[in-house]
């Protein structure tokens, strides 16, 4: 069965820092991925990740994916208020989608 | 544009009434999902079409169903909706070749969700 672990859950940082978030899967993926969602919306496609080895990144976020280690990280650089949202990673395998807990991000001033 | 549409984007049913959530996508993708989110939680896949075959994750109740009319078109049906089942439903859709089949794939697409609330 797939499993899909996030760490930490929860991420209270000041504007300015850098940090890491970190997706565990327990078994082989066809693709990751990491998605954004603010408060009642839904989700919002952030990068889809293939192959081992694949760094893609967008303004302040860079995701990478080691699938031998069975791993994706999502690197925040000199976080900015507008960040705050919850993140979640998702693997999919043989057609299904399956999600992690979710890390809440919360930027302070 | 939107590509994958959920109506309505809010839907309050009072306890125990048959409700239905519809899903309509303009991509052709052949694979729709539906997953149940609660407050503060990841979403949870219901079940998925792949093309006409339909596939129920094995802890999905009962009182959850799914129409597959044509190609565009998935419908989420409760049938008698608890409390429990207040929350924000998601529709997904993808294009998944079948084995062998290279360059078919694409990512999941979602739409932006029909919050519930049971009365």
């Known amino acids: 069965e797939l499993k899909v672990e996030q760490n930490p859950l929860f991420l209270s940082m000041q504007e300015g820092k850098n940090y890491t978030i970190y997706c565990n899967y327990s078994?082989?993926?066809?693709?990751l991925y990491w998605y954004r969602q603010d408060p009642g919306k839904s989700l919002e496609s952030l990068f889809v990740l293939l192959s081992n080895g694949a760094v893609k990144q967008e303004g302040r976020l860079m995701a990478s994916l080691d699938t031998k280690a069975r791993l994706s990280t999502l690197h925040i650089t000199a976080a900015v208020h507008d960040l705050s949202a919850t993140y979640f990673c998702a693997v999919e395998r043989t057609g299904k989608l399956i999600f992690g807990q979710g890390t809440t991000l919360q930027v302070k001033p | 544009d939107a590509m994958v549409i959920q109506n309505p984007r809010y839907q309050v049913t009072q306890f125990g009434k048959p409700v239905t959530l519809s899903c309509s996508q303009t991509?052709?993708?052949?694979?729709m999902y539906w997953y149940q989110q609660k407050s503060s939680q990841a979403p949870k896949l219901l079940f998925h079409?792949?093309?006409?075959?339909?596939?129920n994750e094995a802890d999905t109740p009962d009182n959850f169903q799914s129409r597959r009319p044509n190609t565009s078109f998935c419908f989420l049906d409760i049938r008698s909706p608890g409390l429990g089942d207040a929350a924000m439903y998601l529709c997904?859709?993808?294009?998944?070749?079948?084995?062998?089949?290279?360059?078919?794939?694409?990512?999941?697409?979602f739409g932006q969700g029909t919050r519930l609330t049971v009365v």
């Open positions: 078994t082989t993926s066809d693709r």
């Open positions: 997904a859709t993808s294009r998944e070749g079948r084995q062998g089949v290279l360059g078919m794939n694409t990512e999941a697409f």
């Open positions: 079409y792949y093309d006409k075959d339909f596939n």
């Open positions: 991509l052709n993708h052949n694979v």
